[in-house]
């Protein structure tokens, strides 16, 4: 049978097509070997309990030093062991929303923690944790390290402050600079690669370490990016550049000082129609050779990730209680050989891997959506569908022995669905199983959709369609 475009990322489609591509929970891998299909699908890792602080609380931001993970859990700040287990480190004033961790290797080591309006300092040594008492403090909107300095943006102002070297309780009164460029706020300061990105609402400007004034940063090229950001916690590393989302909801990454956009217009479309974009919360991690961006929208409910290798974006959500959310992952590090993510709402951090096909025992549920099948308005008559899988998946016992693809279809745009048609992934050694259907009906404009929630491997190698094109 002939090949169709069933194979590829989210919303590949323009602003205005409804019946744009969806990829959830899968994402796209790109054969390099010469194997039997250029582009496959494959499941996303699932995860298990590492740490379980609970209380409901949310898990707003991670960082590991030394032989220690450490995170902040609602309003605690826990040190965190190599087997799970968590010390209570001390209290913030508030409970909620996302917080930045950055770390100096000054004598004793120092912790700086930011909410949002205040800062903190632990001190690795003694174990000391308290909110930083030094009068010149000017709050904090966001937070970054550079050079031996903690880097903050003063809330609600177009200015960021510099904390005395390799000391972030002592910020003197004259250690801060405006970008000045354009008067507008200066929303998040973000360091990579030793420069110093100042993201403001309609603009940016990259500055360094020049090693003389106070503080020792200056401007490091003429040029104002006429690019701003439109959430503070967006900004992450991957692909050895800096991603964010822009002040147009953009997704961009910066190809030396030029943000370049990578978002497609359905995407923007989808964002466009977000009530909140400003609470969004960018990470990066890399797993088995993809380097991820991932950009969570919490109040929207939506988590969208763009794949470095593929240059292609998938989505990832989370059930539980038979109910469809963003990903439960709200923040991200790599500790003792495990990739860690902190839950948004229950106190927990789990170790996602690609041998786990469920959430923490709720079910994890991948879908792809086609790229519409149409030839001119006319007619089509299908006469027979195959998805092509890795087969023989199947569990030896329970919930998955004889895993089940579900696949309909839509003729009005994904308006209305089809009734639910259930194909066998292949039982244990059914490594010849096919997912075949036939007698499918006429359509104009069609596009078909499968979802797996069996906690099995999923590997979609392809999709096959039979069918002719009538006169009219």
Known sequence: ?????????????????????????????????????????????????????????????????????????????????????????GDLNSSTGHCWLEYNSSTGGQICVVDGTTGYIYTVATGAFAEISD????????????????????????????????????WDGTYYATPGGNSDELISVYADHRELWLFGEKSTEIWYNSGSGAPPFDRKIDEILESGISAAASPAAADNTIFWLDDNRRFVRAEGYRPTIISTRQIEYQISRYSTVSDAIGWAMTMEGHQFYVLTFPTAGYTWVYDAATKMFHERESWFDNSRSRWRANCYAKF?????????????????????????????????????????????????????????????????????????????????????????????????????????????????????????????????????????
């Open 1 to 89: 049978m002939p090949s169709f475009n069933f194979i590829g990322g989210s919303y590949a489609g323009r602003s205005s097509d409804v019946n744009a591509q969806r990829t959830i929970n899968l994402y796209p891998v790109i054969d390099q070997e010469g194997g039997k299909v250029p582009l496959a699908l494959y499941g996303t890792p699932g995860f298990t309990t590492f740490c379980n602080i609970g209380g409901g609380a949310e898990v707003r931001g991670m960082i590991v030093v030394g032989s220690y993970l450490y995170a902040v859990v609602g309003s605690n700040f826990y040190q965190i062991d190599s087997s799970g287990v968590a010390t209570d480190k």
């Open 135 to 170: 009068a010149d403090f000017p709050g904090a909107s966001s937070l970054t390290y550079m050079d031996g300095y903690f880097i903050v943006s003063e809330p609600n102002s177009e200015t960021f402050w510099v904390s005395d070297s390799y000391d972030g309780t002592a």
């Open 336 to 472: 003792n050989g495990k990739h860690l993510v902190g839950d948004f709402s229950n106190g927990k951090i789990y170790e996602l891997s690609y041998d786990v096909y469920d959430e923490d025992g709720e079910y994890l549920k991948s879908t792809r959506t086609s790229s519409p099948v149409h030839k001119d308005r006319k007619w089509i008559f299908h006469h027979e569908l195959e998805i092509e899988h890795e087969s023989g998946v199947g569990l030896a016992t329970g919930q998955g022995s004889d895993p089940q693809a579900m696949i309909d279809w839509s003729d009005d745009g994904g308006h209305t669905w089809s009734n639910e048609h259930w194909v066998s992934l292949g039982k244990i050694g059914e490594y010849e199983a096919r997912q075949r259907l036939t007698r499918l009906g006429r359509s104009r404009n069609r596009i078909y959709r499968e979802r797996i929630t069996d906690p099995v491997k999923r590997v979609i190698l392809g999709g096959h369609l039979r069918y002719e094109v009538g006169k009219s």
